[in-house]
Protein backbone atom coordinates (compact mmCIF):
# COMPACT_ATOMS: atom_id res chain seq x y z
CA UNK A 1 0.00 0.00 0.00
CA UNK A 2 1.51 2.96 -1.25
CA UNK A 3 1.52 6.01 1.53
CA UNK A 4 2.22 10.00 1.06
CA UNK A 5 4.92 10.94 3.63
CA UNK A 6 4.20 11.97 7.03
CA UNK A 7 5.35 15.82 7.28
CA UNK A 8 3.93 16.22 3.76
CA UNK A 9 0.46 14.70 5.06
CA UNK A 10 0.81 17.09 7.81
CA UNK A 11 1.67 20.09 5.95
CA UNK A 12 -1.01 19.81 3.53
CA UNK A 13 -3.46 19.83 6.12
CA UNK A 14 -1.74 22.93 7.52
CA UNK A 15 -2.15 24.47 4.47
CA UNK A 16 -5.84 23.85 3.83
CA UNK A 17 -6.22 25.77 7.21
CA UNK A 18 -6.93 23.35 9.31
CA UNK A 19 -4.84 22.21 12.46
CA UNK A 20 -3.37 18.72 11.54
CA UNK A 21 -4.43 16.98 14.48
CA UNK A 22 -2.34 13.56 14.99
CA UNK A 23 -4.65 10.72 17.38
CA UNK A 24 -2.21 9.03 19.62
CA UNK A 25 -3.40 5.46 19.81
CA UNK A 26 -2.33 3.72 23.00
CA UNK A 27 -3.50 0.98 25.16
CA UNK A 28 -2.65 2.80 28.42
CA UNK A 29 -0.62 5.35 30.20
CA UNK A 30 1.02 5.37 33.77
CA UNK A 31 -1.10 8.24 34.27
CA UNK A 32 -4.21 7.31 33.23
CA UNK A 33 -4.14 3.58 33.22
CA UNK A 34 -6.47 2.00 30.34
CA UNK A 35 -7.26 4.01 27.84
CA UNK A 36 -9.55 1.79 25.48
CA UNK A 37 -11.71 0.14 27.79
CA UNK A 38 -12.69 -2.66 25.84
CA UNK A 39 -12.65 -1.04 22.29
CA UNK A 40 -10.96 -2.40 18.92
CA UNK A 41 -8.05 -0.26 18.42
CA UNK A 42 -8.33 -0.95 14.74
CA UNK A 43 -11.63 0.25 14.52
CA UNK A 44 -10.88 3.37 16.80
CA UNK A 45 -8.12 4.15 14.07
CA UNK A 46 -10.71 3.78 11.35
CA UNK A 47 -13.20 5.54 13.06
CA UNK A 48 -10.59 8.62 13.30
CA UNK A 49 -9.52 7.95 9.89
CA UNK A 50 -12.93 8.82 9.04
CA UNK A 51 -13.58 11.84 10.70
CA UNK A 52 -10.49 12.90 8.63
CA UNK A 53 -7.12 12.27 10.69
CA UNK A 54 -4.51 13.14 8.16
CA UNK A 55 -2.04 10.75 9.95
CA UNK A 56 -1.98 8.02 13.02
CA UNK A 57 0.64 7.40 16.05
CA UNK A 58 0.86 4.26 17.33
CA UNK A 59 2.24 3.40 20.50
CA UNK A 60 3.85 0.14 20.35
CA UNK A 61 5.65 0.01 23.89
CA UNK A 62 4.13 -2.55 25.55
CA UNK A 63 5.46 -2.72 29.73
CA UNK A 64 4.49 1.18 30.53
CA UNK A 65 2.23 2.26 27.31
CA UNK A 66 0.55 -1.78 26.75
CA UNK A 67 1.43 -1.61 23.18
CA UNK A 68 2.38 -4.04 20.65
CA UNK A 69 4.25 -3.81 17.31
CA UNK A 70 1.69 -6.26 16.14
CA UNK A 71 -0.82 -3.22 17.22
CA UNK A 72 1.04 -0.94 14.48
CA UNK A 73 0.86 -3.33 11.88
CA UNK A 74 -2.71 -4.34 11.92
CA UNK A 75 -3.88 -0.48 12.08
CA UNK A 76 -1.51 0.26 9.04
CA UNK A 77 -2.91 -2.57 7.23
CA UNK A 78 -6.17 -1.29 7.77
CA UNK A 79 -6.14 1.97 6.75
CA UNK A 80 -4.56 4.20 4.22
CA UNK A 81 -3.20 6.97 6.10
CA UNK A 82 0.70 7.36 7.08
CA UNK A 83 1.74 5.52 10.49
CA UNK A 84 3.93 6.70 12.94
CA UNK A 85 5.74 4.59 15.19
CA UNK A 86 6.07 5.42 19.15
CA UNK A 87 8.30 3.65 20.93
CA UNK A 88 11.53 3.39 22.79
CA UNK A 89 13.65 3.21 19.76
CA UNK A 90 17.47 2.37 20.26
CA UNK A 91 18.43 0.26 17.42
CA UNK A 92 18.47 -0.43 13.78
CA UNK A 93 17.05 -3.40 14.24
CA UNK A 94 13.74 -1.70 15.68
CA UNK A 95 13.42 0.49 12.47
CA UNK A 96 14.11 -1.91 10.39
CA UNK A 97 11.27 -4.19 11.94
CA UNK A 98 9.02 -0.85 11.91
CA UNK A 99 9.31 -0.58 7.99
CA UNK A 100 8.30 -4.37 7.88
CA UNK A 101 5.14 -3.62 10.38
CA UNK A 102 4.20 -1.11 8.06
CA UNK A 103 4.90 2.18 9.65
CA UNK A 104 5.72 5.63 7.22
CA UNK A 105 7.38 7.85 10.50
CA UNK A 106 9.13 6.34 14.12
CA UNK A 107 9.51 8.59 17.37
CA UNK A 108 13.31 9.23 18.05
CA UNK A 109 13.56 10.62 21.54
CA UNK A 110 16.43 12.55 21.98
CA UNK A 111 16.28 12.70 25.96
CA UNK A 112 16.87 8.56 25.84
CA UNK A 113 19.71 9.01 23.43
CA UNK A 114 22.97 9.68 23.21
CA UNK A 115 23.48 12.93 20.66
CA UNK A 116 26.26 10.39 18.64
CA UNK A 117 23.12 7.37 18.42
CA UNK A 118 20.24 9.58 17.73
CA UNK A 119 22.65 11.09 14.68
CA UNK A 120 23.39 7.59 13.68
CA UNK A 121 19.35 6.71 13.85
CA UNK A 122 17.95 9.38 11.64
CA UNK A 123 20.54 8.56 8.76
CA UNK A 124 19.34 5.23 9.12
CA UNK A 125 15.74 5.70 9.46
CA UNK A 126 15.95 7.98 6.30
CA UNK A 127 18.04 4.90 4.59
CA UNK A 128 15.24 2.74 5.40
CA UNK A 129 12.56 5.06 4.11
CA UNK A 130 11.27 6.14 6.97
CA UNK A 131 10.74 9.57 8.33
CA UNK A 132 11.99 10.60 11.93
CA UNK A 133 10.08 12.53 13.97
CA UNK A 134 13.02 13.61 17.20
CA UNK A 135 11.39 14.06 20.05
CA UNK A 136 12.62 17.33 22.08
CA UNK A 137 11.70 18.72 25.63
CA UNK A 138 13.86 21.13 26.71
CA UNK A 139 16.36 24.13 24.69
CA UNK A 140 19.55 21.73 24.41
CA UNK A 141 17.94 19.17 22.64
CA UNK A 142 16.24 21.46 20.41
CA UNK A 143 19.35 22.69 19.20
CA UNK A 144 20.53 19.23 18.51
CA UNK A 145 18.02 18.28 16.23
CA UNK A 146 18.10 21.73 14.70
CA UNK A 147 21.63 20.55 13.64
CA UNK A 148 20.15 17.25 11.43
CA UNK A 149 18.13 19.85 9.37
CA UNK A 150 14.64 17.42 9.80
CA UNK A 151 11.69 18.14 8.05
CA UNK A 152 10.10 17.69 11.44
CA UNK A 153 10.47 18.26 15.54
CA UNK A 154 8.11 17.29 18.01
CA UNK A 155 7.90 18.82 21.40
CA UNK A 156 6.67 16.83 24.30
CA UNK A 157 4.90 19.21 26.62
CA UNK A 158 5.58 16.26 29.42
CA UNK A 159 8.76 14.55 30.09
CA UNK A 160 8.94 10.72 28.58
CA UNK A 161 12.03 9.72 31.08
CA UNK A 162 9.04 10.06 33.97
CA UNK A 163 6.78 8.37 31.86
CA UNK A 164 4.94 11.71 31.21
CA UNK A 165 4.04 11.37 34.83
CA UNK A 166 4.57 15.18 35.55
CA UNK A 167 2.58 18.33 35.15
CA UNK A 168 3.42 19.12 31.66
CA UNK A 169 1.67 21.87 29.94
CA UNK A 170 1.72 23.63 26.72
CA UNK A 171 4.28 26.35 27.93
CA UNK A 172 6.81 23.47 27.08
CA UNK A 173 5.91 24.74 23.62
CA UNK A 174 5.39 28.07 23.81
CA UNK A 175 9.28 28.20 25.56
CA UNK A 176 10.58 26.12 22.38
CA UNK A 177 8.98 26.35 19.17
CA UNK A 178 10.50 29.95 18.41
CA UNK A 179 14.08 28.30 18.45
CA UNK A 180 13.03 25.21 16.02
CA UNK A 181 14.88 26.18 12.58
CA UNK A 182 12.76 27.78 10.12
CA UNK A 183 10.99 25.78 7.84
CA UNK A 184 10.62 22.62 9.91
CA UNK A 185 6.72 21.77 11.05
CA UNK A 186 6.99 22.37 14.31
CA UNK A 187 4.30 19.05 16.10
CA UNK A 188 3.26 19.87 20.02
CA UNK A 189 2.89 16.61 22.01
CA UNK A 190 1.52 15.67 24.98
CA UNK A 191 -1.12 17.87 27.54
CA UNK A 192 -3.52 19.23 24.85
CA UNK A 193 -6.79 18.71 26.41
CA UNK A 194 -9.20 20.50 24.22
CA UNK A 195 -9.73 23.27 21.50
CA UNK A 196 -8.33 26.01 23.56
CA UNK A 197 -4.60 23.95 24.27
CA UNK A 198 -4.97 23.61 19.99
CA UNK A 199 -5.11 26.96 19.86
CA UNK A 200 -2.71 28.14 22.37
CA UNK A 201 -0.01 25.50 20.85
CA UNK A 202 -0.75 26.82 17.53
CA UNK A 203 -0.19 30.48 18.50
CA UNK A 204 2.90 29.70 19.95
CA UNK A 205 4.39 28.15 16.63
CA UNK A 206 3.70 24.78 16.43
CA UNK A 207 2.33 23.45 13.19
CA UNK A 208 0.39 20.12 14.26
CA UNK A 209 -0.59 18.79 17.80
CA UNK A 210 -0.23 15.42 18.54
CA UNK A 211 -3.27 14.22 20.74
CA UNK A 212 -3.61 10.94 23.08
CA UNK A 213 -5.84 10.85 26.15
CA UNK A 214 -8.31 13.67 25.47
CA UNK A 215 -9.12 11.90 22.34
CA UNK A 216 -9.18 8.34 24.00
CA UNK A 217 -11.21 9.14 27.25
CA UNK A 218 -13.88 11.37 25.03
CA UNK A 219 -17.20 9.59 25.06
CA UNK A 220 -17.10 10.47 21.14
CA UNK A 221 -13.60 10.17 20.02
CA UNK A 222 -14.32 11.03 16.43
CA UNK A 223 -16.72 13.77 18.07
CA UNK A 224 -13.78 15.12 20.24
CA UNK A 225 -11.26 14.58 17.01
CA UNK A 226 -13.42 16.94 14.81
CA UNK A 227 -13.59 19.28 18.02
CA UNK A 228 -9.83 19.58 18.26
CA UNK A 229 -9.27 19.47 14.61
CA UNK A 230 -11.24 22.93 13.55
CA UNK A 231 -11.25 24.66 17.27
CA UNK A 232 -13.39 28.16 17.15
CA UNK A 233 -12.68 30.71 19.55
CA UNK A 234 -15.14 31.73 21.83
CA UNK A 235 -17.43 34.68 20.81
CA UNK A 236 -18.18 36.94 24.10
CA UNK A 237 -21.07 38.71 24.69
CA UNK A 238 -20.24 42.12 25.66
CA UNK A 239 -23.60 43.37 25.19
CA UNK A 240 -23.73 45.06 28.61
CA UNK A 241 -27.68 44.87 28.29
Given at each position: MSRAKYSTTLWNRYYS???PVIPDIKSRSPQEGDLLCGRD?????QALAAAGAPV???VTEPKHFGGTPELLQRIAQATALPVLRKDFINSRAQLQESVELGASAV???ASMLAKEQLFGLVEDAVRLGLEPLVETHNEAEVM??????LPIIGINNRNIVQL??????VGTTERLAGLVRPGVLVVS??????AADVLRAKAAGAHAVLVGTAILRAKDAAAMYCNLSAPRV????????
Open positions: GKIPVKLALSVLLIAANELKELDDGSESSIANPVLNNDPS
